[in-house]
């Protein structure tokens, strides 16, 4: 199995592209499946734009607005 190299840096807040799972878990600090997971159950996940059945994205811009509005957002982990 090859690895894979981290998604290019994005400037999310000019983005309105879509993100697959893997980037945005990426971002997020989490694995694909764990995102996956998350937004399957509904929990307080970041909003995902159904393409079919199986293929999920997420939008940069809208993925920046949920990660800024988070109360964990800029607290301190000391």
């Known amino acids: 199995m090859t690895q894979r190299s981290a998604p290019p840096p994005l400037d999310m807040a000019a ?4 993100l697959t799972l893997r ?6 600090g989490m694995t694909e499946r ?3 997971k998350w937004t399957e159950r509904g929990l307080d996940a970041p909003p995902v ?3 079919s059945e ?3 994205r997420i939008r ?3 993925l ?4 800024e ?7 301190d982990t000391a």
């Open 15 to 18: 983005s309105s592209r879509l």
């Open 23 to 28: 980037d945005a878990a990426g971002l997020l």
């Open 34 to 36: 764990a995102l996956r």
């Open 49 to 51: 734009v159904r393409l």
């Open 54 to 56: 199986r293929r999920l």
């Open 60 to 62: 940069a811009d809208v």
């Open 64 to 67: 920046e607005r949920w990660i």
């Open 69 to 75: 509005s988070r109360p964990e957002a800029g607290a």
